[in-house]
């Protein structure tokens, strides 16, 4: 992930530019990010992954929504404006639905790395949704077949709740009961492409 421009701008700036823009722009702090376009092994990834959750949240009262779809976060604790795209949301709170965007704090966010945003995601990103109160956050490394999943503790600080690596099942703390096996989303040994 890189920023889009050197110099800080300000969101109608940000919307101004996504407006003539085909490229997933990502607004943080007055800097703006582009995502690099997601490889053939992250959409299958993704696909999967929201078959997955979208089969588990049947029924219920959340929904997932999946790249490219704006998420203003909004928290009152937090200052500053921060427009991201997922690769994919749970969002359980309704109020914050509007024609263009959602606006606040979704239950459940997973990020699918690329080599290029790493660092974006395992830090700017993890903090972030930390400070914001995001109550569960995947993070899927293709180039390691491993998902760690972080759950915000009693302290509002992420814990490492589970991790495994080219085998096994990963299991949510939010949603209990909901666990996926790495092979059935495309992350063993033998899917490195």
Known sequence: MRP????????DEYFQI???????????????YMSPSPSTKHQRISSRLQIKFGNFLEGGSCELFSAPYDIELKNENMEGSKIIIPDISIICD?????????VG??????EILSPSNQ??????????YMNYGVKEYWVVNPMLNAITVYALDDENMYEQYDMQINKGHVVSKLFAGFQVDLASIGLSDGSRK
């Open 119 to 128: 660092s974006h995601d395992l830090i700017t990103k993890l903090n972030l």
């Open 105 to 110: 704090v979704p239950s459940l966010i997973v």
């Open 4 to 11: 889009y421009r050197n110099d800080v701008m300000s969101i």
């Open 18 to 32: 996504r407006e003539n823009s085909e490229a997933l722009l990502e607004y943080i702090d007055g800097t703006v």
């Open 94 to 102: 309704k109020g914050g639905f509007t024609d263009a965007r959602y």
